[in-house]
Nanobody, 122 residues
Framework: VQLQASGGGLAQAGGSLRLSCAAS????????MSWFRRAPGKEREFVSV????????DYADSVKGRFTISRDNAKNMAYLQMNSLKPEDTAVYYC????????????????WGQGTLVTVSS
């Protein structure tokens, strides 16, 4: 499975961005999809996850109420809508995929996109 993340860029605090993750080479509809991020000088952290059916969704506390994860199995796409952005959301965002149940642990993920940089100015 190959993943391609896109949609990052520069936003002002309070603004919005929508990240996309295009999957190819596998059965997308069987994969749990997640977003992780790595801020400058920090370790990679969990952001959000969605199950293969979309029936299970979870968020890191830091983004609850501001970010929305979704997927379109017909298009092999996953998305992360980011609203009310804060400077502390500045990071490289990675989409990741795994078979089976959802997880917030990055070591369970088999497939990773290349990352897309989100910069939020104050």
């Amino acid at each position: 499975v190959q993943l391609q993340a896109s949609g990052g860029g520069l936003a002002q605090a309070g603004g919005s961005l929508r990240l996309s993750c295009a999957a190819s080479g596998g059965t997308f509809s069987s994969l749990s999809m997640s977003w992780f991020r790595r801020a400058p000088g920090k370790e990679r952290e969990f952001v959000s996850v969605i199950s293969w059916s979309g029936g299970t969704i979870d968020y890191a506390d830091s983004v609850k109420g501001r970010f929305t994860i979704s997927r379109d199995n017909a298009k092999n796409m996953a998305y992360l809508q980011m609203n009310s952005l804060k400077p502390e959301d500045t990071a490289v965002y990675y989409c990741a995929a795994k078979r089976g149940v959802v997880s917030m642990r990055d070591w369970f993920y088999d497939y990773w996109g290349q990352g897309t940089l989100v910069t939020v100015s104050s």
